[in-house]
């Protein structure tokens, strides 16, 4: 008796001591890590922005033209994908299209940069600095041109003939598609993705893992509900409250719904596979991954290449491109995304319907389980036929939950 007393004493010690190392080991070492991978995630690509394979435009086929895209190609050979247009009206139409982010427009003496501002104030500002590069080296050129050799210059002094002077190259910056007036800087743009990105993980979680015993049609039910009215209460507030989203109104809201919709179903999916682990893996997929590839503070072709594709294929940064193609491009350029968005959303439906159940949606409610036509709710004693025969006794436990259900 006292040495069994002895080794459960011994097994309590060493299990405690077994969970205070595994506590230690996760804050010194799984926290730090987790953290760091976050850190990461979201500065890497932050500190790596610049163009690359820009899909901008050129206006002209003139040597001013052809020089202009020589200069862009031989300093920056990677920054832009350049794409002829033959006047500035095709250009702008290719703007608004969302073909290109702006088009650069080289005459003898002007360079002019048409740009969208809605489409990525990263890329317009870094449009404006290119062209400005653009006519300075105009001017060098048309400097050198008018500036004669030493000694064609000291007869022409003799001569009494002056040398020529180099003619300025102006330059003009056009927004093209300007952002909202009350968002100047797009900030509200850039800022609500992470709150929205959270509040649909929240959703998930609210409407998954609850303890309310509901059907899974409910459940698909209350999800649908509750991201077109967080989506209608974000436009509220984005649009009612702050003016960022000025066009293409019932558009707008379906874009938020829908992005919503995206990452809270692909969360409940994963909770329906997985269990309540469902819910970390679809945050961290979402939160650190979704959100800082996705390119909302600056743009897709700003970021390098795999956080480009990947963020692309991901809800948050579909999301984002599809919600400034309906608030400020008719829709434009907005296939591809809606597309995205569509597949995770039917995806995670798919599986919160055939995945297994969450524990608190095991069992249905009264409400849920329609009776019987034809059947009386009739007492035990009197339900009961005659002729049952007697259960063996392997069967009895079935028979006392049998008998329980009825009574129930």
Not at 89 to 100: D, H, K, L, Q, Y
Not at 180 to 196: E, M, N, R, T, W
Not at 251 to 280: Q, R
């Amino acid at each position: 008796m006292i040495v069994r007393m002895v080794r459960c004493k011994m097994v309590r010690i060493l299990q405690t001591g077994s969970r205070s190392w595994r506590r230690t080991v996760v804050a010194t070492v799984a926290l730090p890590l987790v953290i760091s991978l976050a850190v990461l995630a979201y500065a890497w690509p932050a500190s790596r922005i610049a163009p690359r394979d820009l899909p901008v435009g050129v206006v002209g086929t003139n040597p001013a033209v052809q020089k202009a895209v020589e200069g862009l190609t031989h300093s920056k050979p990677d920054a832009f994908d350049l794409r002829l247009y033959p006047d500035q009206e095709s250009a702008r139409s290719a703007i608004r299209n969302r073909e290109v982010y702006g088009v650069f427009v080289v005459t003898a003496g002007k360079v002019t940069v048409l740009e969208a501002g809605a489409a990525s104030p990263s890329v317009a500002q870094i449009l404006t600095t290119t062209g400005r590069q653009l006519a300075a080296r105009a001017e060098q050129l048309h400097a050198r041109v008018a500036t004669p050799a030493a000694g064609a210059s000291h007869r022409s002094t003799a001569g009494g003939s002056p040398a020529r002077s180099a003619p300025k190259v102006g330059f003009q910056a056009v927004d093209v598609v300007p952002t909202s007036a009350d968002d100047p800087g797009g900030v509200v743009f850039s800022s609500a993705l992470l709150p929205l990105t959270i509040c649909s993980v929240l959703i998930a979680a609210l409407v998954a893992l609850t303890g309310v015993r509901t059907s899974v049609r409910r459940r698909l039910l209350d999800l649908l509900a509750a991201c077109a009215a967080a989506g209608l209460a974000a436009y509220l507030i984005a649009q009612g409250v702050l003016g960022a989203l000025p066009h293409e109104h019932a558009a707008t809201w379906g874009a938020l719904s829908l992005t919503l919709l995206a990452i809270s179903s692909t969360s409940v999916g994963l909770i329906s596979l997985l269990g309540p682990a469902g819910l970390g893996l679809g945050a961290a997929l979402m939160v650190f991954v979704g959100n800082p590839f996705s390119g909302g503070t600056s743009a897709p072709e700003l970021l390098p290449k795999v956080v480009d594709d990947i963020g692309q294929w991901l809800p948050p940064g579909a999301g984002m491109s599809l919600l400034r193609s309906t608030a400020y491009f008719d829709g434009n350029g907005s296939e591809g995304h809606l597309a995205v968005l569509v597949l995770w959303s039917a995806l995670g439906l798919t599986a919160a319907v055939f995945g297994r159940r969450t524990p608190d949606a095991t069992a249905a409610t009264p409400e849920d389980v329609p009776a019987t036509e034809g059947t009386s709710q009739e007492s035990p004693a009197t339900a009961a036929p005659a002729t049952t025969p007697s259960p063996s006794p392997a069967d009895r436990p079935h028979g006392r939950h049998t008998a329980h259900t009825a009574h129930t």
